[in-house]
């Protein structure tokens, strides 16, 4: 009679132990006659060709050709099979450690954060001041440098640049993002002509600028050939320090990993192809953002030249851990990614960083962890789940359906609480009440920071045409730093309880402030602005003047008093008539021994 044995007693028997093995005394069985071993009907075929909770099917291996061939006088006859064939019992020792995923729930995981954002200064600064944060002098300053060497390198003739000239360059392409025209020629032209850039700077000075405009210098730059070779060399140094002032604001307690699209269809090497994104070609670049869509770092993909440290993990897992260096540890920050990034290896790594994380993962990274089939989720209806625990590593998986099943890795966040939420049933053509696992609602609720950043961007975004597919990159991060700028503006406003201005507003008064940067030149190349045109018989038209901005009101250069013939109402006091406007500000100010409303618009 066959006997029939289970998977664990193969494993006591290979390790040398059957004591715990069920023997009926009629069998035929002796150390000198191990047939019913070695024979796979005795075995059963139940267990060598069944998968057992996950296991892998025992291998037809050959073991009664290799016992019988051993002698019976040999001196290894009271050694363990598990020595005498160390392959057999490598297999046998990974099915006992898959057993380590039970159906259990994640337990209590003291998740608390203490960290909280440094106090709002006293008074709200202007926006100029908030994108200064992260566009800084000394990186006009290098920009100025490096233009003026690039046009000697290339065309030996010095644009003779400037700080002022490099701020309206930043400014009117901020106005270009707002308001848009076929080409950027039509800002200049006669019947499309706008004043604001017009009047500022000449069509061929922009061109001239633009076309010179450099982050670094080309003697530096290594041969392609070089191991060391930078793809991004000609842009390092503005990203580099771009991305140390971001990292210097105090991170959100829920940050993300994500990647989005720089737009781009030049010929480069940078080039990626990604079906699921709006804009399906361009550069890629990875970003770690908090809830509220601040980016607080991100990384340029450049295929095996990526800036990531090699652990092990791969490069979706290297690049988590590089965006998250910057982290507090051991605070209870939280991370989130999707599940191009995650791993169980990864969330194991992260949790001995000290970081709580979770995110989607996909089916084929999670080895041998077992959960229900589709098929029988769909049988417990829409909403339904199923979870398993690692917990030497802490780790939770969990599987739920709604439209489609998902899978979800955690270290901090468990299945319970569940709550309903709202869903439109197709079949029932109404919404309907879905259960929903913890996990995926702190997943949910914290997971689209890169993606509102990206939405906030592409409002206003500025469009470049051309062949230096790098300018294209600039300025995506200069909108980017803008971006930024007004939402650490935001959170300093809802600190203080004050009404904040909207992105659009906020990006058109930081335009301002670079287009009237720094001291007014006299001598504007390029067409003069018009004067007021003349309608009727000697009925002047009449023209608005707006005020400037508060960087370009109180910086105190080149605010000179000039004498007009034609009297203009004071645009401080609004009671009096004055001969008298600001050079720089184009406003009427009274200037005279009974009223000094020009050194009053001028001082806070």
């Avoid at 090699?310 to 920050?333: T, W, Y």
């Avoid at 439209?403 to 049933?425: C, D, M, Q, T």
Wanted: charged share 25%.
């Amino acid at each position: 009679m066959a006997t029939s044995l289970t998977t664990k007693e193969i494993v006591y028997i290979l390790e040398g132990d059957i004591s715990d093995i069920d023997i009926s005394d009629d069998e035929d069985i002796s150390e000198e006659n191990p047939d019913w071993l070695l024979n796979r009907e005795a075995v059963g075929p139940d267990v060598m060709n069944t998968e057992v909770q996950g296991f892998p099917n025992i291998p037809d291996v050959g073991l009664a050709f290799e016992v019988n061939k051993c002698s019976d006088d040999s001196d290894d006859d009271d050694m363990p099979l598990a020595q005498r064939y160390p392959h057999l019992m490598n297999q046998s020792q990974r099915k006992v450690n898959r057993s380590l995923w039970t159906y259990e729930d994640l337990g209590y995981v003291d998740s608390s954060c203490d960290s909280q954002f440094s106090p709002p200064p006293d008074e709200i600064s202007t926006p100029f001041s908030y994108f200064k944060l992260f566009v800084d002098n000394d990186m006009i300053s290098n920009i100025v440098e490096q233009t003026n060497l690039y046009s000697v390198q290339e065309k030996c003739q010095n644009v003779n640049t400037n700080d002022k000239e490099i701020h309206q360059l930043l400014g009117i392409h901020m106005i270009m993002s707002i308001v848009t025209m076929p080409s950027y020629s039509m800002f200049w032209s006669e019947k499309s002509r706008y004043g604001q850039i017009a009047d500022v700077m000449s069509r061929n000075r922009f061109k001239t600028l633009r076309g010179n405009l450099h982050f670094n210098n080309n003697d530096n730059m290594l041969s392609r050939d070089d191991p060391a070779y930078d793809k991004l060399f000609k842009i390092r140094p503005f990203l580099n320090a771009l991305r140390k002032n971001f990292l210097k604001v105090e991170p959100e307690e829920h940050n993300s990993v994500d990647e989005f699209m720089i737009p781009l269809k030049a010929h480069t090497a940078l080039k990626q192809y990604m079906k699921s994104k709006p804009h399906k070609w361009g550069v890629k670049v990875f970003a770690r953002a908090g809830v509220s869509g601040f980016v607080y770092d991100f990384e340029i993909y450049l295929g095996k030249q990526t800036n990531v440290k090699e652990s092990g993990l791969g490069i979706s897992g290297d690049i988590v851990i590089r965006l998250a260096e910057k982290i507090p540890k051991h605070k209870n920050f939280k991370l989130y990614c999707d599940n191009w990034f995650s791993s169980p290896k990864l969330f194991s790594q992260l949790r001995k960083d000290g970081i709580l994380a979770a995110g989607t993962i996909r089916r084929n990274r999670l080895g041998q962890c077992t959960l229900k089939s589709d098929k029988e989720l769909k049988k417990q209806g829409r909403g339904s789940f199923d979870y398993r625990l690692e917990k030497s590593e802490n780790t939770f998986v969990l599987k739920w359906l709604d439209n489609k099943p998902v899978y979800l890795i955690s270290n901090f966040v468990g299945a319970h609480p569940v709550e309903n939420v709202r869903r439109w049933s197709v079949a029932e053509k109404r919404y309907i009440d879905v259960p929903q696992p913890n996990i995926v609602r702190a997943y949910n609720k914290h997971m689209g920071g890169v993606d509102k950043q990206d939405m906030l961007l592409e409002l206003y975004r500025t469009n470049l045409k051309g062949k230096r597919y790098y300018l294209r990159v600039i300025f995506h991060f200069i909108d980017l730093s803008v971006v930024n700028a007004w939402l650490l503006y935001r959170r300093h406003c809802e600190q203080l309880k004050e009404k904040y201005m909207p992105l659009i507003e906020f990006k058109l008064s930081v335009a301002h402030a670079l287009l009237y940067f720094g001291p007014n030149i006299s001598n504007k190349r390029g067409r003069p602005s018009s004067s007021p045109s003349v309608e009727g018989k000697g009925v002047a038209k009449r023209t608005f003047t707006p005020r400037p901005v508060a960087d370009v009101r109180f910086d105190r250069i080149d605010h000179w008093p000039l004498h007009v013939n034609t009297k203009n109402r004071c645009k401080l006091c609004i009671k009096s008539y004055t001969r008298v406007k600001c050079e720089k500000c184009n406003l009427p100010l009274c200037f005279s021994n009974e009223k000094h409303c020009f050194k009053t618009f001028h001082v806070k």
